[in-house]
């Protein structure tokens, strides 16, 4: 069901109730193991978020809001909130990501017509530091007894193989985009941007339906330090995190500067060396991290900074990364905490996904890349009641048609500075279209 913003009682006419309980409690944990949580999903439209075997999934529409604008995220916001408001609520565990969650996913930039979506489940499954639970939504007059998750849990359906797929260009060839690099590149030495981050699509065409669970699965399990997560048709996995808010602590983890990896370890760790002190791209990093840092500071009372960055190992990549944190600054009288998605609002797009100046870079975004980015490189994830949450940049991603889900786009970006090369970053897109490359192949490849 789709709604205004304005008007979520049209739509849910009684109030959402929420009951969440603790699976331990529930007696019936054999009969489907809650620890591997992508094993629960169904086929049809899997919500999920985990990372290291923790997180949520999810099943289900009870409540589906759609926004559009530069007003996206915080319509969404209204809505959810005005929803809550009239919402009954049981939530026997009382930890992040337990009791009414929505997930949401927003497009890069406010022209797009592909806007943005909040989802609120009917079914929620969790695990956190060990402990497992269960969230039910559903509308009506009064709370139910909680199911038994075997109620909620349908028979295990492997997931299937998506056959061989062909890939083709997107919306500018191999040889163009090298083209629209060169033009990001005498932007900057110009003096209209000093940086900016350019996309690239390619698109997929797979022998069978693409089911979800497949890609997620070998996502989940190649790269565990990253964020994996599937919401409204969009799937990836992200090493950028871009806020989690939790109890009045946020963090911003910021990844800018990359090289390939070769496969050898040794080879590797001469690589790593050579990117924490590359010149390129500690400039390209540092503009990401003051652009974090600087939207972060007006609701923080602290934060804190790195000196230097760290090198990221992934299957296919080294990145610089920086863990920016801060604590929210205490609001008087009886306001509360900017919610995660008003932090991710006020962040988005930091200078990891478009560029510095970030108006400027956006503008020479939009005249040269030749392509509606989506969704993609915008805020995904999920938050709660309390407003707390997290939301990355959805990084590393792939949307499929809705109208034919044997057809993938896939995206990857790369950030450009005045010493850029065009076919050293056309091999940097490469290098980070192989995650959705491998999710969606049979081989064990990363190649």
Not at 318 to 342: F, I, M, Q, R
Request: aromatic share 6%; proline share 7%; net charge negative.
């Amino acid at each position: 069901m789709s709604t205004q913003p304005s008007a979520p009682a049209d739509v849910v006419p009684q109030p959402l109730l929420v009951r969440t309980v603790a699976l331990d409690d529930l007696g019936d944990t054999a009969a489907v193991d809650p620890h591997d949580l992508l094993d629960l999903l169904p086929t049809e439209r899997p919500l999920a978020w985990v990372r290291r075997g923790d997180g949520l999934v999810a099943w289900g529409e009870t409540l589906r809001v759609e926004v559009g604008g530069a007003d996206r995220f915080a319509d969404a916001e209204r809505a959810w909130q005005d929803v809550l408001a009239r919402a009954i609520v049981r939530d026997e565990v009382q930890v992040p990501g337990s009791g009414p969650v929505a997930f949401g996913s927003f497009a890069f930039d406010e022209r797009s017509a592909a806007g943005g979506v909040i989802v609120v489940p009917k079914v929620v499954v969790g695990r956190r530091g060990g402990r497992s639970w269960l969230t039910t939504i559903t509308t009506g007059a009064r709370l139910h007894p909680a199911p038994r998750l075997s109620d909620v849990v349908g028979p295990r359906v492997p997931p299937v193989d998506p056959g061989a797929v062909a890939y083709t260009d997107g919306a500018v060839s191999a040889d163009g985009w090298r083209d629209v690099v060169a033009r990001g590149i005498a932007a900057i030495r110009s003096g209209d941007v000093e940086k900016v981050v350019l996309a690239r699509d390619v698109l997929a065409r797979a022998e069978h339906p693409v089911d979800v669970r497949w890609a997620l699965e070998r996502l989940a399990t190649e790269y565990p330090s990253c964020w994996t997560f599937s919401v409204d048709g969009l799937v990836g996995a992200t090493p950028e995190l871009l806020v989690r808010s939790e109890k009045g602590l946020v963090t911003s983890r910021v990844l800018a500067g990359t090289i390939r990896r070769t496969g050898d370890d040794a080879a590797d760790l001469a690589r790593a060396a050579i990117l924490a002190h590359s010149s390129k791209d500690l400039e390209e990093h540092e503009y990401a991290v003051t652009s974090v840092a600087h939207a972060l500071e007006p609701f923080c009372s602290s934060t804190n900074v790195p000196d230097v960055p760290f090198v990221l190992h992934l299957p296919n990549v080294l990145h610089l990364a920086s863990d920016v944190t801060g604590v929210l600054s205490s609001p008087g009288g009886d306001a509360a905490h900017p919610s995660s998605l008003a932090l991710a609002a006020a962040l988005h797009p930091t200078a990891a996904v478009c560029g510095t100046p970030t108006v400027a870079a956006r503008e020479l975004i939009r005249s040269i890349e030749g392509m509606d980015r989506a969704r993609y490189a915008g805020p995904v994830g999920w938050f709660g009641a309390d407003g707390d949450g997290e939301w990355g940049i959805a990084l590393r991603s792939a949307a499929i048609d809705p109208d034919d889900p044997r057809r993938v786009r896939l995206f990857a970006g790369c950030g450009v500075v005045a010493a850029s090369d065009p076919a050293a970053e056309l091999a940097e897109s490469e290098a980070k279209l192989v995650p959705m490359r491998y999710a969606l192949g049979r081989d064990a490849s990363l190649g």
